[in-house]
């Protein structure tokens, strides 16, 4: 690979540690040492520039390669790669320092293992002879007194304990036999034995006998060889006893053996893991000194940072579960809360509109008990009539009469006022009050304007009675009294204002 920007091998330009310049021969031109251009005359001021060849480090080899043409400057040395040579000479051997202080290392540990052990050795074959030397003189008096017996020796027999023996042991061994028998016997018939007691004594009855016989009589062969026998036995059973545990021992040994060479091997592979990657690293680096490994086309890194993976530890999981269930608890309160705080608002609601009935029948109980509204009377109309007079001899006062369609507005009026307050206060409850009222009044519920009209009618109605028919015109009453007061040309008054109906000719007639 070449730099475009110096002509030098071994990085390219991406990596190149010279300045960029402008050539004049083109950006990718490189010249040849052998060339010269075309009519180059010598300068008499300035020496051309030296076409040397430039070293070039391949694989730990140099080779000669012929440099490129700079003009006006000698080339810069690549210090990045020699530094960057430098510095994995430099981790080489810190990892080789490394792995030696670790392999001496392991090395005093097996060795002081080893001393541990043989010590452990040398200590139990210690107390092995010390054992054997202990069984062995006691064998060699129980021999000795045995043979001594077998024998029959008139003079000095066998040492036991270091001390000879002759025929006054034989009488001492009876007297003190004698001493035992008779002791035994004043136990016997001082104390009741029991069963257990009584065989006990039967046995050392029988014991006695015995040595009575070992001692005042000749000894045959059969005691001595049972004695023999006797002693052989618990010799081999000092040899097993030894023999177990050897086999423990060594057991133990070859255990610990092999985990040392568990572990020797587990950290064997470790090692030789670490390296695998290495060298595996070392291939796949783009820039590395064995151009024949590098397998794929080296790429420029990215400038953005790399996405970032949260891991959770089984401690997490626990406080994130802990968390949810609290969260899942306060959202069960809540919903019984908002449950509670439902019922107490329905409860607040029957209530309110319980109220609102019984006032609504104490409103209606109070209108019931006013007095009746009377017409009014058109004073300006009568103070007229005095002041000017009749010029036809006829008066055309209104005396006597109420203002029947001012009362009749008036009850409109009152009863148009009433029906929208009902229907402000009626849709402020919404449906969870209206339907318990429209149940009381017997009404079927479909929407909120229709439970609201239906319920301020019947109020209305309950309040200020049905409404006239065709109001705006003359009542029935009132037309039969115009006819009838027509017919006879005269005025007619009366004193009840929903009958008084007053008809005034005009001055044509």
Not at 86 to 114: N, P
Not at 225 to 245: C, M, N, Q, V
Not at 432 to 439: A, H, I, M, N, R
Request: aromatic letters at 4%; hydrophobic letters at 30%; charged letters at 35%.
């Amino acid at each position: 690979m070449t730099c475009y920007n110096c002509g030098l091998h071994g990085h390219f330009s991406q990596e190149c540690p010279h300045p960029r310049r402008n050539v004049a021969t083109g950006a990718n031109t490189v010249p040849l040492a052998n060339t010269t251009p075309l009519l180059a005359l010598p300068s008499s001021t300035t020496s051309a520039v030296a076409q040397t060849p430039a070293s070039v480090t391949t694989g730990g080899t140099f080779q000669t390669q012929p440099a490129a043409q700079h003009f006006g400057t000698a080339p810069k040395p690549n210090w990045w790669r020699q530094n960057q040579n430098m510095l994995e000479d430099m981790y080489g051997f810190y990892k080789e320092l490394k792995s030696k202080a670790q392999m001496d290392q392991e090395k005093l540990v097996e060795e002081r293992k080893e001393k541990e052990a043989q010590e452990e050795l040398e200590r139990k074959k210690k107390e092995r002879a010390e054992l054997a030397a202990d069984v062995g003189a006691k064998i060699d008096q129980r021999l000795a007194f045995v043979c001594d017996a077998l024998l029959n020796r008139t003079g000095e027999v066998g040492r036991i304990d270091g001390a000879s023996t002759s025929k006054g042991s034989q009488a001492d061994e009876a007297a003190r036999l004698q001493k035992e028998v008779t002791e035994l016997w004043a136990k016997l018939f001082s104390e009741k034995p029991s069963t257990d007691e009584s065989s006990e004594l039967d046995r050392l009855r029988k014991e006695i006998e015995e040595l009575k016989k070992l001692a005042f009589s000749k000894l045959s062969i059969d005691p001595v060889e049972s004695e023999i026998k006797r002693l052989k036995e618990d010799i081999e059973i000092l040899k097993r006893s030894k023999e177990t545990t050897s086999d423990k021992s060594d057991l133990e040994k070859q255990l610990e053996e092999l985990r040392e060479h568990v572990k020797k091997l587990r950290k064997e592979k470790e090692l030789s893991e670490e390296e695998a990657q290495q060298w595996r690293g070392e291939a796949l680096r783009p820039g590395n000194k064995r151009d024949s490994i590098a397998i794929s086309t080296p790429q420029s890194e990215s400038q953005g940072r790399s996405k970032s993976r949260s891991v959770t530890s089984p401690n997490d999981l626990e406080k994130l579960r802990e968390q949810f269930q609290r969260l899942r608890e306060m959202q069960q309160l809540s919903f019984v809360e908002v449950k509670l705080l439902k019922e107490k608002r329905a409860e607040a609601e029957a209530r309110r509109m319980a109220a609102e009935k019984e006032a609504g029948l104490l409103r209606e109980q109070v209108d019931l008990l006013k007095s009746p509204q009377l017409g009014g009377t058109n004073l300006r109309n009568r103070l007229e009539q005095v002041a000017v007079g009749s010029t036809q001899g006829k008066k055309k006062g209104l005396v006597g009469r109420p203002c029947a369609s001012t009362s009749k507005a008036a009850a409109v009026n009152d009863r148009h006022v009433f029906l929208a307050e009902e229907k402000k206060r009626l849709r402020a409850l919404k449906k969870g009050g209206l339907v318990p009222l429209c149940t009381d009044e017997g009404i079927l519920y479909r929407t909120v304007e229709q439970a609201v009209e239906e319920i301020a009618e019947l109020r209305a109605n309950r309040m200020f009675g049905e409404p006239h028919k065709g109001y705006g015109t003359r009542s029935k009453v009132g037309d039969e009294q115009e006819e009838h007061n027509a017919g006879k040309g005269k005025e007619q008054v009366t004193d009840e204002p929903e009958t008084l109906v007053e008809v005034i000719p005009s001055d044509s007639a």
